[in-house]
């Protein structure tokens, strides 16, 4: 049996959520072929950046775009636009017909199904476990099969894109996997101030950055009682416009003043590995943050959450936005000296409604991850699998 994971993305944060599954795969069904079809020399890189010396164990197959039609395409409109994420699939049909099955992170891969006719299982991994709309649209029932973190969102699948429960299998977050016992620290943070991590959503209808991030910027320059961390989504600068398609919107990012770079208790980080990583999400103290999903790997360890209602969002009721539950919600960083204060002297009131929302949003077993989803899949085909006598369990 041959089995594909396609990584195909502008930047490599959707990595860490599959890879493990492939590796995991091979080791548990050795008569299976695991290729990783990967769209650009940085996620091929990030592929044997993560699988280290496990990389021999999988063929790694870098895709191209192949039609002068679509490298032209892409030449004129990239800069707005993913056309070269559109046409990978149109342009490396012959590899995706090779495949008894394919396991993707993202739903642009349907196309191979709906535009070119493809008769190939597809499997959806998902690459978070946030609490967004899109995430539970429709197009989630065009797979064969979906891979989920946790309860909430097998819940929600269910009752809003109408997947079909024997479609979908919990399988916790196989991300997690990858964690260490070290806990990464910025230089900075040997001055022993706490750290605040800004982690803003790129999308121009949700994200805090258009309509307040230099605002929060300029806050942390003038108050020095913080470090802060600015890592905000891998592609909010990823292009000179954001464009959104569940709601079409365009925002321009800009660019960021040196000020806030040369301060010494500011780090800027807009897209190296360890924004994608978790080495943020483990090391802040204090997350501040909008609609990113990321906040779920922040409470893999509970602590003081912040967020900013920059759109004047109704959200108590609405499950798109269960995850403000978890700390204090401002509408304007004026408030953040206060609020920053108030997160940390009343996390105790926050703790166990952190721990109910992580528990719903993934369910983590003595069984890694990755294994799990790599039996559910193979389970699903049918696959041969030898299960491991004993497997390790994820660090915590």
Not at 219 to 239: G, S, Y
Not at 280 to 307: H, K, W
């Amino acid at each position: 049996m041959r089995i594909g994971f396609l990584f195909n993305h502008d930047q490599v944060h959707q990595v860490a959520h599959a890879l493990p599954i492939a590796l995991a795969m091979r080791r548990l069904s050795p008569t299976t072929h695991v290729v990783v079809a990967t769209t650009n020399p940085a996620l091929t890189a990030e592929v044997h950046r993560l699988a280290g010396p496990a990389v021999d164990e999988i063929e790694i197959v870098e895709l191209s775009l192949r039609r002068v039609s679509t490298r032209l395409l892409a030449r004129g409109l990239e800069w707005a636009l993913p056309i070269r994420k559109i046409g990978m699939y149109r342009d490396n049909l012959d590899l995706f017909g090779t495949l008894d099955a394919l396991v993707v992170t993202e739903k642009t891969s349907l196309i191979l199904k709906t535009r070119y006719g493809l008769n190939l299982p597809i499997i959806h991994t998902r690459h978070g476990a946030g609490d967004r709309a899109i995430g539970f649209n429709k197009a989630s029932a065009g797979f064969d099969h979906v891979l989920v973190s946790g309860p909430k969102i097998r819940r929600r699948l269910i009752d809003e894109a109408g997947v079909a429960p024997d479609r979908i299998s919990m399988v916790g977050y196989a991300k997690f996997d990858l964690l260490g016992q070290s806990r990464p620290r910025l230089p900075m943070q040997d001055n022993g101030k706490p750290t605040v991590l800004y982690n803003p959503h790129p999308s121009p209808h949700l994200s805090s950055w258009y309509v307040h991030g230099r605002a929060v910027l300029e806050h942390f320059l003038r108050d020095d009682r913080f470090n802060l961390i600015f890592a905000p989504h891998v592609m909010l600068f990823h292009r000179p416009f954001v464009v959104t398609i569940d709601k079409l919107r365009i925002d321009r990012p800009g660019r960021i003043a040196t000020r806030f770079s040369e301060a010494p208790n500011i780090h800027i980080d807009l897209g190296s590995a360890a924004s994608t990583d978790m080495s943020y999400t483990l090391t802040a103290d204090i997350y501040l943050g909008d609609v990113s999903s990321q906040i779920y790997e922040f409470l893999y360890r509970p602590r003081p959450c912040l967020f900013l209602n920059s759109h004047g969002v109704d959200w108590r009721s609405d499950p798109n936005y269960a995850h403000w539950a978890a700390g204090p919600v401002i509408g304007d960083p004026a408030h953040l000296e206060a609020a920053l204060d108030w997160a940390m002297i009343s996390h105790s009131r926050y703790a166990a409604i952190q721990r109910r929302l992580f528990d719903d949003s993934v369910d983590l077993t003595p069984e890694p991850s990755a294994v799990r989803a790599a039996l559910a899949i193979l389970d699903r085909l049918g696959a041969a699998v030898t299960v491991p006598e004993t497997h390790v369990p994820i660090a915590v």
